[in-house]
């Protein structure tokens, strides 16, 4: 699925297990030791994701282990983001050289719970929200917000190394599956360039909505 709004150049694997029986590295177990078994089956089918995505690109397994504020650490010369929600697991990847960054997220095509809505939206998103839903039936606009969201951050955090609000970015969809978020505040310096957002996909099918934004070079 997630293959779909990814460019080719991005290697990508996913699962609906909960769990798969990998070998964990050492480290790897040791992170997870005292985690609940729920959070162990994510670890480890995340990762057997990422190790297929790495394989795909050529490089051999290594131990993924969060680093700062929980972005997993790859291995240099790869850039690359994971996600994980109830029934899905996935990972892409992609040669340092050819992408600055990745950032992808799947989440449950439901409503978001009471609440979380209002702590994420800006105000000029709920009409475009309530335009894309009466343009998509079936499709949880919230939902997709959250995510979409979601990916900014996970695309952006590589780049700088800094939090970024929801409130920091302003997100525009369009029906065809594509989306764009304008930055409220300094973009990325990326070679002497400032970036002023990002342009991403969408897709919403069998029950979950996935995102993903990808960053060229050029």
Not at 116 to 134: I, Q
Not at 173 to 201: I, Y
């Amino acid at each position: 699925m997630i293959e779909r709004i990814l460019p080719a150049v991005v290697a990508s694997a996913e699962t609906t297990a909960e769990d798969e029986p990998i070998d964990l590295f050492p480290e790897e177990a040791a992170h997870i030791r005292q985690s609940v078994p729920r959070r162990q089956g994510e670890f480890r089918a995340v990762r057997a994701c990422a190790r297929r995505a790495l394989a795909a690109l050529g490089h051999r397994a290594v131990p993924l282990l969060p680093g700062e504020r929980g972005a997993p650490r790859w291995p240099d010369r790869v850039v690359g983001s994971m996600t994980h929600c109830p029934g899905y697991r996935a990972a892409a990847l992609a040669p340092a050289a050819e992408l600055l960054t990745v950032g992808i997220d799947a989440e449950p095509n439901q409503p978001l719970p009471d609440g979380v809505l209002e702590a994420v939206a800006r105000p000029e998103e709920l009409p475009r929200l309530a335009a894309l839903a009466g343009a998509r039936l079936g499709l949880c606009a919230d939902r997709l917000l959250f995510s979409a969201k979601e990916s900014v951050y996970k695309a952006w955090f590589p780049l700088t190394g800094l939090m970024l609000d929801f409130s920091e970015a302003t997100l525009t969809f369009e029906p065809d599956g594509t989306f764009a978020a304008r930055l409220l505040v300094p973009g990325p310096l990326v070679a002497g360039r400032r970036l002023p957002g990002f342009e991403g996909r969408w897709l919403a099918e069998d029950g979950l909505v996935v995102t993903a934004i990808t960053v060229p070079h050029s």
